[in-house]
């Protein structure tokens, strides 16, 4: 059969004959039509398609094991929002961005430890609890943190710091508790000097993250999760340029006052504290 613009997608799909791999088929075929759909639904010219051609190249160009242009572009596009959003699990702490700046050797820490050396800003006791999703605690549940400073600036980004620098990895304890101090971070803005910028200003979108903190928090027999903690009030909430925000993960920073029982150990004195717990659903 001679093959033209309405039975070249199946073509294309027959072409691959290994279907051994059901997921993969699903997905390339699934991706083909997708793809074909929006070249047919958009009348596409050939000008634009080598305009997006040269986008995805100069993606390619600018990345390094450092800096992935393609994850940032998937989280400005929402769709590593999307998939964060699609495999939380029922009655589990919703998932939000990993973003670029995780590293799986965080220091290991001590409950109640300081992880922002001297640096400025307001020191916030970072306290709660995980639990399961029938709200028994988990102990030994393990809390791996990282964030950025009170600039907005992580230290694995500036020359010269230590990248270990604000982040830890905390076991909780008998109850299933976790508590340290740090320094309240600032917003930032994700990488706009490459193809991903440019995106964003042809956009008029701006690159600013409500400020947050990262967390990562597994235990034996449950499904990690990914995600970040925000603060009530703060910029951006309502129009972050990776759309990790969603109302159940803001929390709210609260003066403490003098004299006030923190109820636990700290090595810092601290001007404020956040609340915030974590649920885990079963493995
Ligand atoms: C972050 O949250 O660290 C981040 C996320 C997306 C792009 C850049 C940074
Ligand atoms: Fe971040």
Redesign the pocket.
Known sequence: MEINQYNLTDAVKDSFKAKDDARFTLLLETMLDHLHDFVRETSLTHEEWMGILNFLYDCGKISTPERHEFI?LS?VLGLSALVDMINTRGGATEGS?L???YLDNAPVKALGAHIADDRPGATVLCMGQVRDTLGHPLPGAVVDTWQADGAGT?PIQEEGQDKYDLRAKFTCDDEGRYFYTTVLPMPYT??YDGPVGKLLRAGDRHAW?AA?L?YIVGAPRMRPITT?VFFANTDYLDNDA?F?VRDSLIGKVVRIKRGEELGVEVEKQPDAKLAFDFVLAPA
Do not use: I, Q
Request: glycine share 14%; charged share 20%; no cysteine.
């Open positions: 940032l989280d961005n973003g670029p700046f992580y994700v990488p993250r947050h990262h970040e990776v990790g």
